[in-house]
């Protein structure tokens, strides 16, 4: 069972705090003191990055999560073709699926990114960069996944006229990004 994502990228402010020193972040009328007694959390408050070995587990977490998303997309349109009136419902969902598909990947890859670029211990670096890699490959490989191109290709034509102007663009620059990335060659292409 994969951890829930709602504890794995808790960025709370309470507990993205460093370790020795004080630091006024804006919007907080007092400086964050944390002192030897403070508990240990993790980078950005994630509980699985107190080690460099975290990065593992954030990559497993973030790659079951995804799994598990794109398999409710892919089967969802399958399981619910049948029943238009179910299918309709199924395709305004869609569009949140992809958005969470994206922000899953995305949180990981920008907190992932962070560390490796600015992090002072080489252990932290190197795991950040080897999950930074993973996240790289996942993108571009869901990004040639036929069945998720066609999902939200589907579900624009149907259902356009129901989102919103932010939603609606969303869309279509998803779509792009998927033709971008060649999910509309042949296999000998």
Avoid: W
Avoid at 105 to 122: E, G
Avoid at 157 to 186: C, H, I, N
């Amino acid at each position: 069972m994969p951890l829930p994502l709602k504890n794995i990228f808790s960025l709370t402010s309470k507990l993205a705090k460093p370790r020795h020193a004080s630091f006024r972040f804006s919007g907080f009328k007092a400086p964050f003191v944390l002192t030897k007694e403070s508990p240990v959390v993790g980078l950005f408050g994630n509980f699985l990055l107190q080690t460099p070995k975290g990065f593992e587990l954030l990559t497993q977490a973030v790659n079951a999560r995804s799994g598990e998303l794109v398999r409710e997309i892919v089967d969802g349109i399958e399981e619910r073709a049948a029943d238009p009136k179910v299918f309709i419902l199924f395709l305004i969902f869609l569009f949140l699926l992809i958005d969470d598909l994206s922000n899953e990947i995305c949180t990981a890859a920008d907190l992932t990114d962070c560390v490796r670029c600015m992090h002072t211990f080489p252990q932290f670096t190197e795991a950040a960069e080897k999950s930074m890699r993973f996240f790289t490959c996942l993108v571009e490989t869901l990004n040639t996944t036929p069945e998720l191109y066609f999902a939200l290709k589907r579900s624009l034509e149907t259902e356009s006229a129901r989102l919103d102007p932010v939603s609606l663009r969303t869309a279509k620059m998803l779509l792009q990004d998927f033709e971008l990335s060649g999910v509309l060659l042949s296999d000998s292409e």
